[in-house]
């Protein structure tokens, strides 16, 4: 099922010239590609990520870490 807002873009991409969509296409898959890289990486770590999140949190309850006022609102 195409949301409305891919189907926009399908609509859209169908009217521009003949050079605009290769490189629009070229984009779009590279985009893709990227997001994918991503998706793999974060997969591939969330162990790692939990265990610093972990060590954080700990941090934090043990008072090593301090409020940056200027940067947060509590």
């Known amino acids: 099922m195409i ?3 891919p189907e926009q873009a399908l ?3 169908s009217i521009v010239t003949e ?3 290769d490189a629009i296409g070229g984009w779009l898959l590279e985009k893709l590609a ?3 890289g991503w998706e793999k990486l ?3 770590s969330s162990d790692r ?3 610093l999140a972990k060590d954080a949190l700990t ?3 043990g008072s090593g870490t301090k409020w ?3 940067l947060v609102s509590r």
């Open 3 to 5: 949301t409305e807002i």
């Open 11 to 13: 609509t859209e991409l």
């Open 19 to 21: 050079i605009e969509p």
């Open 34 to 36: 990227s997001e994918r």
């Open 42 to 44: 974060f997969s591939e």
């Open 49 to 51: 990520l939990w265990d």
């Open 59 to 61: 941090e934090h309850s």
């Open 68 to 70: 940056l006022d200027h």
